[in-house]
């Protein structure tokens, strides 16, 4: 479980960096290509001074034309970045809150399935009252956290301008389907990983999610054109490595722990490292009561997950 936290964090700290990039230029979705472009130089340079690396990436190639791997299997990526896409398009329509909720119910609702189905590397893993009630609660923990911090100023993107005639019932859809596609993403990876190791599912990851993003970025050029000046701060092009780092740990521990628990644990990381940043780095309304009570029961939701069935207190 605590890597699964540490993924979480990661996730905030780089939702941090990412968020300030993207005010700054104006753009998310700029933001977002930047963060997993960067993210896919590191992994391009490693793999070209690693044999080990390369291996890995022959490894997935060989699987998928031998059929043990399925093309579409190579597509996790997409979902990232149809998420963070989602992110710059709906946030500043139907707010974070609502945002989160809808990302959190999809992601958790799906985890359910994938883990039921057998779609990750860990196989089937059957729904127990127990694990639908964990994610329940996971689910109402991050609602208060999101109300709790729903006084939050936003800065307005371009890239939310391209549907900015869709009603906001239409657009909580968005949110809740990158969600679902979350935890799609992870195992999916997770299955590449298991062919070719943690690097290369992650090195696959990011060259999917470039694509698309620039797709989506391409529309939003066409709009508002170039940038016209790019902030010359080092940290605000550190989020793509920070990525590197965390879906590489998804990857290798989905395997262990299953899509659902992966999914509740990162939830947990991220409010927990959200906490720590609005204490150290307040922006908006800082820390509140409400998201300190949404990461308590976050934690015990995780833990309710965990149980193994047939645990008894007690037993060794």
Do not use: K
């Not at 490693?46 to 490894?59: E, I, K, M």
């Not at 707010?95 to 189905?117: I, N």
């Not at 596609?181 to 992650?202: D, K």
């Amino acid at each position: 479980m605590g890597c699964g936290l540490c993924i979480g964090a990661g996730v905030a700290v780089q939702g941090r960096v990412n968020g300030a990039l993207g005010e700054r230029l104006q753009d998310g979705i700029a933001a977002a290509v930047i963060s997993f472009g960067s993210g896919l130089v590191v992994l391009g340079v490693a793999f070209v001074l690693s044999g080990r690396l390369r291996a890995g990436v022959r490894a997935v190639w060989r699987a998928v034309a031998s059929g043990g791997l399925r093309w579409w299997q190579l597509l996790g990526g997409l979902c990232g970045a149809f998420f963070v896409a989602c992110q710059g398009l709906t946030v500043a329509v139907i707010g974070v809150t609502a945002f989160t909720v809808a990302v959190v119910a999809g992601q958790l609702t799906s985890s359910l399935v994938v883990d039921r189905l057998g779609l990750g590397p860990s196989g089937r893993t059957p729904v127990t009252l127990l694990r639908t009630a964990s994610a329940a609660l996971a689910l109402a923990a991050v609602g208060i956290s999101a109300v709790g911090g729903s006084g939050a100023e936003h800065t307005a993107s371009a890239a939310g301008d391209l549907l900015g005639g869709v009603p906001a019932a239409v657009l909580i859809v968005l949110p809740a389907v990158s969600g679902i596609g979350l935890a799609w993403q992870q195992a999916m990876n997770g299955q590449i990983g298991v062919v070719g190791g943690p690097y290369s599912a992650t090195l696959v990851n990011f060259a999917t999610g470039v694509a698309g993003l620039l797709v989506v970025e391409s529309l939003v050029l066409a709009r508002i054109g170039w940038p016209d000046r790019f902030p010359t701060e080092p940290w605000l092009y550190l989020g793509g490595v920070i990525g590197v780092f965390f879906i590489a740990l998804a990857v290798a521990v989905v395997r262990w722990i299953g899509v659902l628990l992966l999914g509740l644990t990162s939830v947990a990381g991220q409010l927990l490292a959200a906490l720590v940043l609005d204490i150290v780095l307040p922006t908006g309304s800082g820390l509140s009561f409400a998201a300190v009570v949404g990461c308590l029961l976050t934690l015990v939701a995780v833990v309710a997950a965990a149980r193994r069935p047939g645990t008894v207190q007690g037993s060794q």
